[in-house]
């Protein structure tokens, strides 16, 4: 057998070890757990839409919104009457709902299925989890208690932070989630870049800072999906992904607290940063539920050198 693999065999910390070793608190660990397992069955729900790459474009059109949805109802009905959530928001749905009893210590917000558009070309895809400590209509830096997000791509892979870190896990034939990186931590700077947007929506401030870093010779890489674009800026150990705000819309697409809130901070446990261009991601106030918000996340240099343009304007 390859080295790889009988390392990968010999030596594996599971997901609910890693986490009672980091000494998460036990209610967390088992919500964590229970989100990880979660990914299995969005998985399972994503294969049986039976994509055919002959594009049944209406049955794709039923099956996208459908995928969507049925990775809500999964999240939502695991994760009701789990005795650790109270309140689920989802960007599938308009309003926080009451899943507990009422005195469960977690809340919880959702992007079930990230990269939807993705399915019908076989691209990876993600799912993007918030757990929050109180009322998430507040800022992140307050509210987060930990983060989780699942790439559904050739590997299922599971990446956590709980204020201890960013550690992956990949998901192994036998079903369990296994250590592939702990401590991830993101260089001072990077040399891939991930740009959201169309050129021509750009504002000059920020054409000015990607034209910077094309200089600097910087490799794209943009699938289109959130949570694969930023896993490889996580992976890769630095770069930047950047959606930012548009001449026609300035608070750019993504959403603050399904999208953007949980990954400013896995990226900020793995040394990285997350900014709208002016403030950190975790610092900006919450004022609505499906609230978006420019997004330059990644590594230090990256982000703090697209801060300096977009002052100069
Ligand atoms: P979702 O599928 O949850 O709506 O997210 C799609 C988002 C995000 O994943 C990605 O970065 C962005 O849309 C891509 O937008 P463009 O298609 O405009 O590039
Ligand atoms: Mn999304
Ligand atoms: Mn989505």
């Known amino acids: 057998m390859g080295e790889g693999i009988s390392d990968y065999t010999k030596f594996t910390v599971d997901l609910r070890r890693h986490m009672w070793k980091a000494s998460v608190e036990m209610d967390l660990r088992r919500l964590i757990w229970q989100i990880a397992v979660m990914g299995k069955y969005i998985s399972a729900k994503i294969h049986e839409s039976h994509r055919k790459l002959a594009g049944f474009k209406n049955i794709y059109g039923e099956e996208q919104l459908t995928l969507d949805r049925s990775a809500d109802e999964i999240l939502k009905n695991q994760l009701e009457y789990s005795g650790f959530v109270r309140e689920y928001a989802s960007e599938e749905r308009d309003a926080v709902i009451q899943i507990g009893k009422g005195d469960e210590k977690y809340f919880i917000t959702a992007d079930p299925l990230d990269g939807s558009s993705l399915v019908d070309t076989n691209l990876s895809i993600g799912t993007i989890i918030g757990i929050h400590k109180e009322s998430i209509l507040a800022e992140g830096k307050k509210t987060l ?166 002052a100069n304007g």
């Open 145 to 310: 208690a930990a983060a989780v997000y699942i790439t559904y791509g050739p590997l299922i892979t599971m990446v956590y932070s709980a204020g201890k870190g960013t550690h992956e896990f990949v998901l192994n034939r036998e079903g369990e989630y296994v250590l592939s990186e702990e401590n991830i931590t993101l260089k001072e700077r990077g040399d891939i870049y991930s740009l959201g947007g169309l050129r021509k929506e750009w504002t000059p401030a920020h054409l000015k800072y990607i034209e910077f870093l094309e200089k600097e010779g910087y490799k794209l890489r943009y699938s289109g999906g959130f949570v694969p674009d930023i896993n490889q800026v996580l992976i890769k150990r630095g770069g930047i992904f950047t959606y930012p705000a548009l001449k026609k819309s300035p608070n750019g697409k993504l959403r603050l607290l399904f999208e953007l809130q949980p990954m400013a901070f896995i990226i900020e446990q793995a040394g990285g940063m997350a900014t709208n261009g002016k403030q950190d991601i975790l610092s900006i106030k919450v004022t609505e539920l499906n609230q978006r918000c420019p997004i330059y996340i990644g590594s230090r240099f990256e982000v703090e050198k697209a801060n300096e343009f977009l």
